[in-house]
């Protein structure tokens, strides 16, 4: 992420409100970083704009992230859930619970 440089980063996210934009809007305010926003058709969509790097990172839902995460196409910073996705993820990977409760 671009936090030293001070530059805005970019998010895409597919649904305004939706879980994966305020688990994206928890982690920003988390980490204090200036974020703009791009709105997507889909949540494949972001990830294909992530893989591509238009975009800086995302918050996806599990079902979009796996298969990129498990083909290590990206690398997932933390599972924004209680329960560990990191058998699928990996070790390095750390639930929020795990994180200290974004």
Avoid: F
Avoid at 14 to 33: E, K
Avoid at 77 to 91: E, K, N, V
């Amino acid at each position: 992420m671009r936090r030293r440089t001070k530059q805005a980063c970019a998010t895409a996210q597919p649904a305004w409100g939706g879980s994966n934009h305020l688990a994206c809007l928890l982690l920003n305010s988390a980490i204090g970083i200036d974020v703009t926003h791009i709105p997507d058709r889909s949540g494949a969509q972001a990830m294909q704009d992530t893989l591509a790097g238009r975009i800086d990172y995302q918050c996806p839902s599990a079902p979009v992230a796996l298969p990129q995460i498990e083909a290590k196409a990206v690398r997932a910073l933390a599972i924004l859930s209680r329960s560990p996705l990191a058998q699928h993820a990996g070790p390095a990977v750390r639930t929020r619970a795990g994180a200290g409760e974004l």
